[in-house]
């Protein structure tokens, strides 16, 4: 079975410019994850979403914002770049939205801001 | 605040030598704690999950144990393809599926 599964692999973006990041979950999954992990830290929570709706959303500025659709793939869109959301921004999928099942990650899309 | 803690920041060890990676945590009600391997560049492979305080779970080389303040995840033997960093999540109540991680551990087995 294939995994989460994101695009692009890499982006050059601007500052100022604006992003789209997409995500596919594994096959079954309806709960999608965001994260953002900077260099030498661990991930840090950006949205979650199940079954269409957020369930939960991480300390990140209004600029930040995601969708899922009903295949359950999901995007995150950031606007007005800054050189500090320069990271790698991983998606993760779960089998339900409840919080009690694992969590697995996709191979990230690296964001670079200029 | 919910607090995850790893320690060391790195570690390098020759290859066969056996050792052990922290994660301390504070948090307001455990609901799982969460295992990771991350490789350079890629995202985050899924271990293990331990639940209760007393809990074990073995992988291959790895075993990682779950007390009421910490986990460890001990390496037996390791191989130089066991060189990765590490990193410990933990889920709270009532959080939904929200993780918190730690820094991670980067490990360095040599041949």
């Known amino acids: 079975d294939a995994g989460v599964t994101q695009s692009p692999t890499h982006l050059i973006k601007t500052r100022g410019q604006q992003v789209t990041l997409r995500c596919s979950p594994i096959?079954?999954?309806?709960?999608v994850s965001w994260y953002q992990q900077v260099l030498g830290q661990g991930p840090q929570f950006i949205f979650q979403?199940?079954?269409?709706?957020?369930?939960g959303r991480g300390n990140f500025p209004d600029r930040f914002s995601a969708r899922q659709f009903p295949n359950y793939s999901s995007e995150l869109n950031v606007n007005a770049l800054l050189l500090g959301d320069s990271a790698l921004y991983l998606c993760?999928?779960?089998?339900?939205?409840?919080?009690?099942?694992?969590?697995?990650f996709g191979p990230g899309t690296r964001l670079t801001v200029t | 605040e919910d607090q995850v803690t790893q320690s060391p920041e790195a570690l390098r060890l020759q290859e066969g030598e056996s050792s052990s990676l922290n994660c301390s945590y504070t948090?307001?009600?455990?609901?799982?704690l969460f295992w990771y391997r991350q490789d350079p560049g890629k995202g985050p492979e899924f271990l293990f999950t331990?639940?209760?305080a007393g809990e074990e779970k073995e992988k291959e080389r790895l075993k990682a144990t779950l007390t009421k303040k910490e986990s460890f995840l001990h390496i037996t033997a390791p191989k130089p393809e066991d060189s990765a960093t590490y990193l410990c999540?933990?889920?709270?109540?009532?959080?939904?599926?929200?993780?918190?991680f730690g820094k991670g551990i980067t490990l360095s087995v040599r041949p």
């Open positions: 096959s079954g999954h309806k709960s």
């Open positions: 993760a999928s779960s089998r339900g939205g409840l919080g009690i099942d694992e969590q697995y």
């Open positions: 948090v307001s009600g455990l609901r799982g």
């Open positions: 331990l639940y209760s």
């Open positions: 999540a933990v889920r709270v109540t009532g959080a939904n599926s929200k993780l918190t």
């Open positions: 979403y199940y079954e269409k709706e957020e369930r």
